[in-house]
């Protein structure tokens, strides 16, 4: 079985899914599995690394499983192949479906990270918690006009390192999600010395953060509220965001969103009682945060919306990449030999969006983007 780490198609990525130890670790379990590499200069673990822990280096050699981190490039797309990554194409993103597109053209199957989920729909792999983290550094970095210039890759202990030299008051932060992305964005803040509020009391002379379940920012309108039946898109929902304006002043959106809920606010209720800085860590460009108009980078990471600064960079974990990559490796090493094994499988398992060039039944309302 020959499995190959592509390099990564953006330049600002320094990721890998698979670490050499992990590849060295599972070389040693299954000494069928062969890996490849095609050789990077971004990538935080070295080339020689790789080789080192039994890498080869690709060429054109048969492979069984092309693996990225973030979308490959159309150009990458051969017949037959198969294809495993963060692809951005499951909310039928338009910007990616010329990919899909290509994917189903040439008989490939393509597996999404994002689609790795147990028995109880919990996803099983991610970056989200290195992207709570790093998203909220940038939005604090941002109201705080820390204005040191940024210096990829960081390490955890730096940024924490960074904002405690500051004066950390009348930081009045709102956080909207409970998973893994909120839980990064909670760590950094206790790490730097700013606890948690349960109560939405105002006190402008101190800091504090208070994270948001849904129930807080969305009222049902036909009966009670049921937090399954808002995931599944059951029932009529209107929310209730906008009360919060004047209370916090700075907001992150860490929460999940698709088109089957409510937008968190409408242009038309932004008015002079707005938060001051925005960290957009979920990224949905015209999504929930309407205010989102654009990704940045980590590079740019920010832009004005009237009077507001908006972070809204869409490869945050990217600038913590040996501690994501590290996290993110040791889970798909225990993931992968049953990833291998679906392959060639008559089956088409929940994590496939495609499987030899058929979409996924499951996934069949992507089919009105791909028209």
Same mark, same amino acid.
């Given at each position: 079985?020959?499995?190959?780490?592509?390099?990564?198609?953006?330049?600002?990525?320094?990721?890998?899914?698979?670490?050499?130890?992990?590849?060295?670790?599972?070389? $040693?379990?299954?000494?069928?599995?062969?890996?490849?590499?095609?050789?990077?200069?971004?990538?935080?673990?070295?080339?020689?690394?790789?080789?080192?822990?039994?890498?080869?280096?690709?060429?054109?050699?048969?492979?069984?499983?092309?693996?990225?981190?973030?979308?490959? @490039?159309?150009?990458?797309?051969?017949?037959?192949?198969?294809?495993?990554?963060? @692809?951005?194409?499951?909310? =039928?993103?338009?910007?990616?479906?010329? +990919?899909?597109?290509?994917?189903?053209?040439?008989?490939?199957?393509?597996?999404?990270?994002?689609?790795?989920?147990? $028995?109880?729909?919990?996803?099983?792999?991610? &970056?989200?918690?290195?992207?709570?983290?790093?998203?909220?550094?940038?939005?604090?970095?941002?109201?705080?006009?820390?204005?040191?210039?940024?210096?990829?890759?960081?390490?955890?202990?730096?940024?924490?390192?960074?904002?405690?030299?500051?004066?950390?008051?009348?930081?009045?932060?709102?956080?909207?999600?409970?998973? @893994?992305?909120?839980?990064?964005?909670? &760590?950094?803040?206790?790490?730097?010395?700013?606890?948690?509020?349960?109560?939405?009391?105002?006190?402008?002379?101190?800091?504090?953060?208070?994270?948001?379940?849904?129930?807080?920012?969305?009222?049902?309108?036909?009966?009670?509220?049921?937090?399954?039946?808002?995931?599944?898109?059951? =029932?009529?929902?209107?929310?209730?965001?906008?009360?919060?304006?004047?209370?916090?002043?700075?907001?992150?959106?860490?929460?999940?969103?698709?088109?089957?809920?409510?937008?968190?606010?409408? %242009?038309?209720?932004?008015?002079?009682?707005? &938060?001051?800085?925005?960290?957009?860590?979920?990224?949905?460009?015209? =999504?929930? /945060?309407?205010?989102?108009?654009?990704?940045?980078?980590?590079?740019?990471?920010? #832009?004005?919306?009237? $009077?507001?600064?908006? %972070?809204?960079?869409?490869?945050?974990?990217?600038?913590?990449?040996?501690?994501?990559?590290?996290?993110?490796? $040791?889970?798909?090493?225990? +993931?992968?030999?049953?990833?291998?094994?679906?392959?060639?499988?008559?089956?088409?398992?929940?994590? #496939?969006?495609?499987?030899? =060039?058929?979409?996924?039944?499951?996934? /069949?309302?992507?089919?009105?983007?791909?028209?």
């Amino acid at each position: 079985m020959n499995i190959c780490i592509l390099k990564e198609n953006k330049s600002n990525e320094f990721r890998t899914p698979l670490i050499p130890k992990d590849i060295k670790r599972l070389k $040693k379990k299954y000494p069928k599995y062969n890996f490849y590499i095609e050789p990077s200069k971004n990538r935080i673990f070295s080339d020689s690394l790789f080789y080192q822990s039994g890498c080869k280096k690709y060429i054109s050699q048969n492979i069984d499983l092309f693996l990225s981190v973030k979308e490959v @490039s159309t150009k990458i797309i051969k017949k037959n192949k198969n294809f495993m990554m963060f @692809s951005h194409t499951i909310k =039928g993103q338009t910007y990616n479906m010329p +990919l899909l597109r290509k994917i189903l053209k040439n008989d490939c199957s393509l597996i999404d990270y994002e689609l790795l989920r147990d $028995k109880k729909r919990n996803r099983l792999i991610g &970056f989200g918690y290195f992207a709570g983290i790093m998203g909220a550094f940038l939005t604090i970095k941002k109201h705080l006009r820390i204005y040191s210039p940024s210096k990829y890759p960081y390490k955890i202990d730096e940024l924490v390192s960074i904002l405690k030299k500051k004066d950390l008051k009348n930081l009045r932060i709102l956080i909207t999600g409970e998973g @893994s992305v909120s839980k990064g964005a909670q &760590f950094l803040f206790q790490k730097i010395g700013i606890k948690e509020k349960k109560t939405s009391n105002i006190n402008k002379s101190s800091s504090y953060f208070r994270v948001l379940s849904p129930r807080e920012y969305y009222k049902r309108l036909d009966k009670r509220f049921n937090s399954k039946d808002l995931i599944n898109g059951i =029932g009529n929902y209107k929310s209730i965001f906008p009360k919060y304006f004047n209370e916090y002043n700075i907001f992150l959106s860490c929460h999940y969103w698709d088109s089957r809920f409510p937008r968190l606010f409408e %242009m038309s209720e932004v008015d002079k009682k707005f &938060f001051q800085t925005i960290g957009d860590i979920t990224c949905d460009i015209n =999504g929930s /945060i309407p205010s989102t108009s654009k990704s940045t980078t980590l590079k740019k990471p920010y #832009y004005k919306f009237k $009077k507001t600064d908006i %972070m809204a960079v869409d490869n945050l974990p990217s600038a913590l990449p040996q501690e994501s990559s590290e996290h993110f490796s $040791k889970v798909l090493t225990s +993931l992968l030999p049953s990833i291998l094994n679906s392959l060639n499988k008559e089956s088409i398992e929940e994590f #496939y969006i495609s499987k030899k =060039g058929y979409l996924n039944f499951r996934y /069949i309302n992507l089919l009105k983007n791909l028209i």
